[in-house]
C-alpha cells in the first residue's frame, strides 16, 4: 500500500481505536509530499470542534527497528516539551511534535498486516514549503534547526539508537555506488556513464569530514539528518519557525550534515527533481539567510572547526544526495519513490548540477559565512 492508496472505512475504524482518538470520523486523505512514509491527515469531530490529527505507516523496510526508531523520538520530543513547559512558553503545544500514544501506552501500533502506525496531534496554523521562496523562510528554518540542535545537547540518558547506521556516512554511500555500478542488476549503467564519471572524479571530497572526526576535530551531537527545509514548519502569520519535524532520522550525528542538507535543499532555485537543468542555481541570498539564521542559534556550541567546514558541507551533502539517488537508480528504484522511469536520474542531474554552481560560489560563501559569524 503506498501514500496514494486511500484508506478504506475500516482502516480508519482501526486507526481511530488503536489511538484512542475521541470523536466521529469525518475525513481522512493523504498528506504531504515525503519520499519514505506514508502519511495521511485525519478529522475527528469530538463533543466540540474538529480536531485534526496526523498518522503515518511508517516505512520499515527502510527502518529495521521501528520500536528503536520510536524511542529516539520519544525521547526526543519529550525533553523538547520540558524544555518548553520550564520555559512556560505561551505556544508550547505548536512547538514540539506530540506523540499520541497507542490504547497500549505505546509510542506505535501495529495494523493486521504488520504495518507500524503512530500518529500527532495536529499543529494548526502553520506550514512547509518544498521549495523556500524567500530569504526570510530560509533565516527563519535555518534558526529553528539550530535551536533543535542546541536543545539536544543536554539530552539526559544514553545514546540514541542509529535508527540508519552510516546514513551521512560518504565512504559508505560512494563504495555501495561502486558495488550497485559492478552489479548492474538493471542494466542501467550504460544510461548514466556522464553521471557516475562526476561522481568518481570527486571521491577526494568523500573522506574530508570523516577524517575530520577521527581526529577528534568534529565532535559528534545529537543531530536531524534531514534537514530538508520542507521538514520545518513556519508559522503561518509571523514566518517564525516553529517546529523541526519528520525526526526519524534523529541519532547521533555531525552539525554540518544538517547545515549542508539545508544549503542543499533551500539553495535550489529548481524543485529537487527537476529534469530543466537550465533553472538549477544556488541562490547567494538564500544562502546568506541560511547562515545568519543558523548561526544566531548554534553559534553558543559549535566550535571552530565546524564553523569553518559550513560551506564545505552544503558541497559535500550536495554531493552525497547525488550518489544516493544515482545508487538507487541503478539499483532499480528500490529506496525513493519514483512517478516516472528516469525519476531517480533526474534527481541525480540535478543534484550534480547544483554542486557544479556551489563549487563555482564557493569562495563568495566563504565570505558570506565569515560576516555572519557573531
Known sequence: MSNSTPLTAADWAFLLELFRLPGKFISGEPYGSGHINDTFALTVQPAGAPVRYLLQRINDRIFKNVPALMENIQRVTAHSQARLAAAAHPDAARRSLNLIFTAQGQPCGQDAHGHWWRCYTFIERAKTYDIIEQPQQARAAARAIGEFQKNLTDLPGARLHETIPFFHHTRQRFDHLQAVIAADPVDRVRTAAAEIAFCREREPLVDRLLARQAQGDLPERITHNDTKLNNVMLDDVTGEGICVIDLDTVMPGLTLSDFGDMVRTATNAAAEDEADLSLVEARLPIFTALAEGYLS???????????????????????????????????????????????????????????????????????IIARCTP
Open 297 to 367: 542559534s548554534a553559534h553558543e556550541f559549535l566550535n571552530p572547526v565546524e564553523r569553518s567546514l559550513l560551506v564545505f558541507a552544503g558541497r559535500l551533502s550536495t554531493y552525497e544526495q547525488g550518489i544516493r539517488f544515482l545508487s538507487d537508480y541503478l539499483a532499480g528504484d528500490t529506496y525513493f519513490k519514483v512517478r516516472r522511469p528516469l525519476h531517480n536520474l533526474d534527481r541525480t542531474r540535478n543534484q550534480l548540477a547544483l554542486l557544479r554552481r556551489l563549487e563555482h560560489h564557493a569562495d563568495v560563501m566563504e565570505a
